[in-house]
């Protein structure tokens, strides 16, 4: 096992991803530290997905290593560790009959084992979670009558429930408005000062999201920035076109090669 | 005949208890299993496993033992070849169940027809429920039994990848194996179910009570117990009109099934399209009062 030091809670190494001959991650090499609360940024079909998945050993990349907390992805086995957010549109059944707290409470099955039902002090936790995202009023309704901001808050809350160390957004806000949104990476802002926990946030779009995170890193197949906020804001406005910008010129290029 | 003279039968022949006896078991099994494959979206899936079971039934006749083993190995044979065809190939799901069900369903005619026994080939398709034998009858209790406790053990497993499979994948839940193993459930219900309502109409007694229950609850609990209620009711008064008319099992405890979802379909308090158009109908004359 590689020396990592205690502090890093995903160490990614040279990583390399492709769907047949189409390059989607080339040589990712990243540490996300643990407390930060990262937003990991790039254009759409940029490989953000792809490289979360990776990280969670749901896909296996051709090349390269990932490292949660120090383990290699595909030996580790404290998932209940990590909790994950997925974008809302490609999973879960809407007209699935379930109330937001049995929703939550899925998050516990992780570590309640055979034959164990909740017990009072799991339903305290899923009523704290509940209460974390501001969800608490809206228990037991149906999770398919919600509004899309308020599902993935629940989403959120099924992630917390079992206190993960580290938990990972999937673009988390879309389809939710702009309103919306601003409270909901506050609140994400929220959990991170209170609980001490690291944070990744997935999304496409840059503009508010750097004013609630720590840490930045952008990607396009390859990774164009990582540093603190301050860094980023600092060299925001060549970076970002440059990164665009190399977007554009991606594009052209695999035009080129057809 | 009335219901009165029906029970008066029952109490008298034997026969007639083990049938009702049967067919509770398979109106509450197939309740709770189709719960879980109507929520994932597998109804056709569900009609291509019962039908998938033929040959495995056929085969197990010819060497003399039990329907089970064969039934079982047919069916989740079937359940892996669909998923083999639709992952290496650009057949897509749904074509690959009609291509294997059917080829599957074909073998199992061909092999009853070269043992010539049309009879069996009959009830087997429709059902005989009036002929159940003891040893059915246990088969089907042992079953049920194992499929209870599979639920029971499993639920918050079944639960978790129904909802939200991405979800129990990163949790590091088997998703393929519950699938498979679920698909070897309904194989198992497919077994339990040939004598009251037969291999062809197996899939109504899935999908029909679970339907009607998921129109009357917004909670997958409640929605099982209810699939369980609807099928036990289906099943005895399907019965009832088997004995009566003398009419196939299989196809009155369906249309019994039927009925009670039409019933919910149109007067569930939250779903029924009653009463949906009875308040907006109210909601329109409100507005127009202001």
Redesign the interface.
Known sequence: MENNGNSIAIRVDDLSFHYGDKNVLQHVTMEIKKGSFLGLVGPNGSGKSTLIKCILGLQKPQQGQVYLFGEKVNKFNDWDKIGYVSQKANSFNTAFPATAFEVVSMGLFGKVGLFRFLKPSDKKKVWDALKSVNMDKSAHQNIGELSGGQQQRIFIARALVSDPELLILDEPTVGVDTESTESFYKMLKDLHHDNNMTLVLVTHDVGVMTSYVTDVACLNKQVHFHGNTKEFEESSSDKMSAFYGHHVHVLHHDHEQK | MSIFEFFQALLQYEFLQKALFTSVVVGIICGIVGCFII?R?MALMGDAISHAVLPGVAISYMLGINFFFGAVLTGVLTAIGIGYVSQNSRIKHDMAIGIMFTSMFAVGIVIITMMKSSADLYHILFGNVLAVRMSDMWITLGIGLLVIGLVV??Y??L??S??????A????LPNKWIHYALMAVLTMVTVASLQTVGIVLVVAMLITPAATA?LL????S??IYLSAIIGVISSVFGLYFSFTYNLASGATIVLVSAFLFALAFFFSPSQGLVWKAHKSRKNRLELMEK
């Open positions: 929520l979206g053990l499993f918050k497993e639960l978790v129904t909802f939200d499979p991405t979800m994948q990163s949790y590091g998921y609850t917004n909670r997958l409640v929605m």
